[in-house]
C-alpha cells in the first residue's frame, strides 16, 4: 500500500482502478470502490494498515459508480468483510420485486439520493456528493479528516493536468458538464481519482477551469481507436482470468 494523505492509503495490487483505504469514524476502515477483483494481495495491503494503524472493522465500501472496472470485485470483499456497509449512488442500483436495491450481486445497505449535488452524511465526517452524469448514480465522498476527495471517473488525472471521460463513456455528458462544477464547489484540494494519478495541488482551480472547457467534437478515427483499445483490453484480462 502507499500512504497518499493522512490517514489514506492506495492499495498497490489492485487492477483496472484505483483503490483506496481511509480511516474513518471511531477508528474504523472504508475502501472506496474494488477494481476488477480482488486478490490475497489486497486483502493482505488492508490487513497491514490495520495492523500498523491500529484501525479496526471495515465497515464500509464505497462505491463511487456501478462501471465493472470499479465493483467487479465486490462481491469478494464482502466475502472478507460481510459486516460492512456498502455506499452506492440510487441512480446506479438495482431494485428488485420487493423494492431492495442491488449492486454486482450484493445488497447496497446504504442508497444515496440522487439529485445533483446533495450531499449525504454516511459517518461523521465523510459525505457521499450525488454527480450524475458519467452514471446516473455517479458519487464523490468528501473525508473531511484527511482532507481528500474521491472523484470516482469524475475526471482523469495525468499528474499535471486533467481530463474528462470521453463523451460516448457518459450515461449523460451533459449533466457530466454540470457535475464538475458541482464537485468544484465542494471538493478539497486534495483529490484521489479513480484513474491516474493523486493531485496534491491546486484541484479545485484545475477542475474549476476544466469544467469551464467547452467540448470538442469527437474525432471518428480517435473513437474507434479507443473503442479498439478497451475491446483489446477486456479480451486480455479475460484470458489471464483477471
Not at 459508480?65 to 467487479?72: A, E, Q, S, V
Not at 449523460?172 to 465542494?186: G, M, N, Q, R
Request: glycine share 8%.
Amino acid at each position: 500500500m502507499r500512504p497518499i494523505a493522512s490517514s489514506v492509503w492506495q492499495l498497490r495490487s489492485a487492477r483496472g482502478c484505483n483503490v483506496y483505504a481511509v480511516e474513518i469514524d471511531n477508528r474504523e476502515l472504508a475502501i472506496v470502490d474494488s477494481g476488477f477483483r480482488i486478490s490475497k494481495e489486497i486483502i493482505s495491503e488492508i490487513s497491514e494498515i490495520q495492523i500498523a494503524n491500529g484501525l479496526g472493522d471495515v465497515t464500509y465500501i464505497l462505491l463511487t459508480h456501478k462501471h465493472r472496472d470499479h465493483i467487479g470485485g465486490l462481491s469478494d470483499l464482502r466475502q472478507y468483510f460481510p459486516q460492512a456497509r456498502i455506499a452506492m449512488g440510487e441512480g446506479d442500483c438495482v431494485f428488485d420485486d420487493d423494492n431492495v436495491p442491488w449492486i454486482g450481486g450484493s445488497r447496497v445497505t446504504t442508497v444515496v439520493p440522487g439529485k445533483m449535488g446533495l450531499a449525504t452524511w454516511l459517518t461523521e465526517g465523510l459525505q457521499a456528493l450525488s454527480l450524475p452524469g458519467h452514471t446516473l448514480g455517479s458519487l464523490a465522498y468528501i473525508c473531511e479528516k484527511s482532507g481528500v476527495t474521491f472523484t470516482g471517473d469524475a475526471i482523469i488525472s495525468h499528474a499535471s493536468t486533467l481530463s474528462r471521460p470521453l463523451k460516448f463513456l457518459n450515461a449523460d455528458d451533459e449533466l457530466y458538464i454540470k457535475s464538475l462544477s458541482v464537485l468544484a464547489d465542494s471538493a478539497t484540494d486534495v483529490a484521489a481519482p479513480g484513474h491516474g494519478f493523486v493531485i496534491y495541488d491546486s484541484f479545485v482551480k484545475k477542475l474549476s477551469d476544466l469544467a469551464a472547457q467547452p467540448r470538442k467534437k469527437s474525432n471518428p478515427v480517435e473513437v474507434y481507436r479507443i473503442i479498439k483499445g478497451l475491446i483489446a483490453f477486456v479480451k486480455l484480462r479475460r484470458r489471464k482470468n483477471l
